[in-house]
């Protein structure tokens, strides 16, 4: 059985991850409002990315993974632009770094 991980563009223009064992079901009651109150108040919604996994658990997992992501880099996913991925993530990985070294003042030598 294939499990699926995917994005909707709601009303507003907000991206919504979600996943599902049936993909033309659930884009279908999100569709109907029926799926969970954000896509029922943001309807009509549309389908811009979808990817196929073969476990339960991994396509949790890549749900997981690209909820925490920015909305540029779901956009970078969703036009499979890999380039703007890559840059996307060292330019986290970056800004992580420079939290990590900045000096804390609430902390003592």
């Known amino acids: 059985m294939a499990y699926h991980v995917y994005i909707l563009r709601l009303r507003n223009g ?3 991850v979600g996943s599902t064992a049936d993909l ?5 009651e ?5 799926a969970c ?3 029922a108040i943001l309807r009509p919604v549309e389908l811009l990315y ?7 658990a991994s ?8 909820k925490g992501w920015s909305h540029a880099k779901k956009v970078a996913l969703i036009k499979g632009d890999l380039a703007e991925l890559k840059r996307l993530a060292q330019s986290k990985r970056k800004r992580v770094e420079r939290h990590k070294n900045r ?3 609430l902390e003592f030598p």
């Open 37 to 39: 109150r954000t896509t």
């Open 50 to 56: 979808s990817e196929s996994h073969q476990d339960r």
């Open 30 to 34: 999100h569709q109907a409002g029926t």
């Open 59 to 66: 396509t949790l997992d890549r749900e997981r993974q690209i």
């Open 14 to 16: 907000l991206l919504y």
């Open 103 to 105: 000096h804390n003042p």
């Open 24 to 28: 033309a079901r659930r884009v279908a």
